[in-house]
């Protein structure tokens, strides 16, 4: 899904006048997790998921063009971990067999 694709969605679902104003309100919640991950800060949506910056080590590789070793340095990156009540509806069949296997433990 685009952005665009995106903001005609959340414009319909909030019953927003126009495309306008979707669009404004996702470029400041864009604009904002931005600076949430630059702060190095998390952020949780409960029933959601948790938004978070996290440091990667550094690492070597083969580039697979010249088959020499690189090394990537460390680095941040943005992580996002789905809620579990979020993984349940994406994989209801996947979720629900799981469940019933976890209540067999005597």
Do not use: C, D, W
Not at 35 to 47: L, S
Request: charged fraction near 40%.
């Amino acid at each position: 899904m685009t952005k665009k694709e995106f903001v005609e969605l959340f414009a319909s679902k909030a019953n927003l006048k126009t495309k306008v104003e979707a669009q404004k309100l996702t470029k400041i919640f864009l604009e904002t997790l931005e600076e949430v991950f630059i702060k190095e800060e998390n952020v949780t949506f409960i029933g959601f998921g948790k938004f978070e910056t996290i440091e990667r080590a550094e690492r070597t590789y083969i580039n697979p063009q010249t088959k020499k070793p690189m090394k990537v340095g460390v680095r941040k990156v943005a992580k996002f971990k789905p809620a579990k009540n979020l993984l349940e509806k994406m994989n209801p069949i996947v979720e629900a067999r799981s469940s019933k296997r976890k209540k067999k433990t005597k």
